[in-house]
């Protein structure tokens, strides 16, 4: 028997390999798998070289544990260690037998795994003793056993073994006696080895028999060597592609369409990423796609090599050229990195200008699917926006879909304002907004439909692409102010009765928290609605914005303003002004004749010190003029009293205002129930 130190200067490295190499204990069967997998991989390599004369046989790599004694095993039949190989490729850790392999082999250095170098030691993360019982294939070779405790001193011996390979055997430590459990290196064994290229044997398969599990004669095989990644696409079928997803994402529904990624130069990539259905925001998730090195799992942290937008995406990617730490746990910064993402953008580009271009009604049904991917990626990357500006669709209330092009071609005629502004009208709620897009559409206007999770700030976006043009719900003025043009139709009222209809109306709005509202009165023409609710586009917006942006949570806090429009045209309001006036005549009079005394008065001042400097005003006209302004101003609030308790007793006023805030989904609770009752009293 040898004893021996391992070649190390630190007084024991397997605590610096716990610490700061591995971050996840899990991942070291990850490793001890690999690494089997790469020896097997090594010596397929030299029987095709030539290098191996003998027979290959079963290449399966086979874990088993052993609960009782606490071991966990790892064994495969490829190339084995002499014990000059176990000096040098684990006792002085310093080297690498994969790296030496690689230079000799270096032709067909993508089939090989294990270029990470300190995986074996991984074994220490969850094993107090770990023994190497192996036996090379070179002619000659003794079978050798290597046994160490975690410090720095091993034992080397001969031992008996029949078959080339090697069995790494794990003594699993107290506190990691989980991983003695079937069902959790199952699952490891899943989710990390579920597409290695050799097969990969955890025990046998087990099958219900006089009502108990008993083990079968069949292995357990929890891999498959040849996912659809690694097979040339004109080899596959619609149906290979949908079967794999349903393996990845049991769950999930069928994709929308997927991309196959095949790559060879300037770097290795390979891979296929799916487009999944998205229901709702529950659905929105990152980490679905997965990251493998030569079929070895790596992670499903993927940010920096698919772009930011993709990381939507399903799927997976395989490539041996993206540069990873020791252990594989993150990714080192690189240019193939930048290279990968951008090669990765172009194809999906590529892909969806291919189904626009050659399949637009397919492209039409899954837009609203798409949607998302597309106007995320526009949002985020400039060079994406260039390419998808071609592709991406507007649609309208009538269910039609437009690219950007097509849709300024649709409306330049009829929605340009005076300034040469183009006015793109949307809703974004056909049911709550159907009374505003009714009247743009009987205007002859087009209305789009921007419900989505990303359309405010893509409305922002393209209101900067679009050379002259503005965004503008169909909700945030009256129609005839939507687009502005030089005309104006219908006669407005004089000033003082509109002033009456605000008084009549302002002092019964309801009172809600964070609302505010403005009354004001417009001919709209006879036909439309007497009383239309709008909100204005700029603040609506901004706190749209506010609650999907941080940076703009201010506007969020700032009271909802809405403008209470009243149809001066409309027979109703016409008659609440009628009624209001010959009911309230008798007080209004005077008050109207004070008000008109003192207004002439205070023209009169005004006008006397009309290019005079403050100075030179007498103190006592100033004194007079501040004091008829603040009785003008008491007059006023006089008026508006006598106005507003007229309209408190007034059914039709209050049956109106509510009628609007019905319409938009604003009256609730007391102010609902009363509502009905008074409906039901008039009727």
């Given at each position: 028997m040898q004893k021996g130190n391992i070649g190390v200067t630190t007084e024991n490295i397997f605590p610096i390999i716990k610490k700061f190499l591995y971050s996840d204990h899990e991942i070291f069967l990850r490793e001890l798998v690999s690494n089997a997998v790469d020896a097997t991989q090594k010596l397929k390599t030299l029987a095709a070289t030539g290098d191996f004369?003998?027979?290959?046989?079963?290449?399966?790599?086979?874990?088993?544990?052993?609960?009782?004694?606490?071991?966990?095993?790892?064994?495969?039949?490829?190339?084995?260690?002499?014990?000059?190989?176990?000096?040098?490729?684990?006792?002085?850790?310093?080297?690498?037998?994969?790296?030496?392999?690689?230079?000799?082999?270096?032709?067909?250095?993508?089939?090989?795994?294990?270029?990470?170098?300190?995986?074996?030691?991984?074994?220490?993360?969850?094993?107090?003793?770990?023994?190497?019982?192996?036996?090379?294939?070179?002619?000659?070779?003794?079978?050798?056993?290597?046994?160490?405790?975690?410090?720095?001193?091993?034992?080397?011996?001969?031992?008996?073994?029949?078959?080339?390979?090697?069995?790494?055997?794990?003594?699993?430590?107290?506190?990691?006696?989980?991983?003695?459990e079937e069902s959790r290196l199952q699952g490891l064994l899943t989710k990390y080895c579920h597409f290695l290229a050799v097969p990969v044997a955890f025990g046998k398969k087990k099958e219900w028999k006089d009502g108990k599990q008993v083990e079968t004669e069949e292995d357990n095989l929890i891999n498959d060597t040849c996912p659809i990644w690694t097979k040339k696409p004109s080899d596959l079928k619609e149906e290979d592609y949908k079967k794999f997803y349903r393996d990845l994402y049991p769950m999930a529904d069928e994709p929308l369409f997927w991309i196959h990624l095949n790559v060879d130069y300037p770097f290795n990539l390979t891979g296929v990423l799916y487009f999944p259905k998205i229901k709702s925001n529950i659905d929105l998730q990152r980490n679905k796609i997965q990251l493998y090195c030569n079929q070895v799992y790596v992670t499903d942290s993927v940010e920096g090599i698919v772009p930011d937008f993709l990381t939507l995406l399903h799927g997976v990617i395989d490539s041996p050229d993206i540069p990873l730490n020791v252990s594989r746990s993150y990714l080192q910064s690189d240019s193939n990195v930048k290279k990968i993402s951008t090669y990765i953008t172009k194809k999906v580009s590529d892909r969806l200008q291919s189904i626009f271009k050659n399949d637009r009604k397919e492209f039409e049904e899954k837009w609203d699917d798409l949607k998302i991917f597309i106007n995320y990626g526009m949002l985020t990357q400039e060079d994406f926006y260039e390419k998808a500006s071609k592709f991406a669709l507007f649609k309208d209330t009538d269910n039609k879909y437009y690219t950007f092009e097509e849709y300024q071609t649709l409306i330049k005629d009829n929605q340009t304002d005076k300034n040469g502004s183009l006015i793109y009208l949307y809703a974004n709620n056909l049911d709550e907004q159907y009374t505003y897009i009714d009247a743009a559409k009987n205007k002859g206007y087009n209305v789009l439909l921007m419900d989505g999770q990303l359309d405010v700030p893509m409305i922002n976006m393209l209101e900067q692409k679009f050379e002259k043009s503005h965004f503008t719900r169909v909700d945030s003025d009256i129609v005839d102010r939507l687009i502005v043009k030089e005309d104006q139709k219908g006669e407005e009222l004089p000033h003082d009765k509109q002033e009456v209809l605000s008084s009549l109306f302002k002092g019964q709005m309801p009172k809600v928290k964070k609302t505010e509202f403005h009354v004001e009165a417009h001919a709209l023409g006879e036909n439309n609605a007497p009383i239309v609710i709008t909100q204005a586009e700029y603040m609506r917006r901004m706190k749209d914005m506010a609650s999907i942006q941080p940076g703009m949570s201010f506007y969020g806090e700032m009271p909802d303003m809405f403008n209470l429009v009243l149809n001066s045209d409309h027979r109703l309001i016409k008659q609440v002004l009628s009624d209001a006036e010959t009911a309230c005549a008798e007080k209004l009079v005077p008050v109207e004749s004070e008000i008109a005394m003192l207004t002439l008065r205070r023209n009169e001042l005004q006008k006397a010190q009309e290019g005079k400097k403050d100075e030179e005003i007498p103190t006592a006209e100033k004194d007079e003029l501040s004091d008829v302004e603040k009785k003008i101003e008491a007059q006023k609030t006089e008026k508006e009293n006598i106005l507003n308790g007229y309209a408190t007793g007034n059914k039709v006023v209050h049956q109106l205002i509510d009628l609007a805030l019905l319409q938009n989904n604003m009256l609730k609770g007391e102010a609902l129930t009363n509502f009905v009752k008074r409906s039901v009293e008039m009727i």
């Open positions: 004369k003998g027979e290959l046989g079963d290449l399966t790599v086979r874990v088993k544990v052993d609960k009782e004694n606490g071991t966990i095993t790892i064994s495969d039949r490829g190339l084995g260690m002499t014990a000059e190989e176990i000096d040098k490729y684990i006792n002085q850790i310093a080297f690498s037998g994969a790296n030496d392999f690689l230079e000799k082999y270096k032709d067909d250095a993508n089939a090989i795994i294990g270029h990470f170098g300190l995986g074996f030691y991984s074994a220490f993360m969850v094993a107090k003793t770990v023994d190497i019982v192996t036996l090379s294939y070179k002619e000659g070779a003794k079978a050798v056993k290597w046994s160490c405790d975690g410090s720095p001193e091993f034992t080397l011996e001969e031992t008996e073994r029949s078959d080339r390979g090697t069995d790494i055997i794990l003594h699993v430590d107290e506190d990691c006696k989980e991983f003695l």
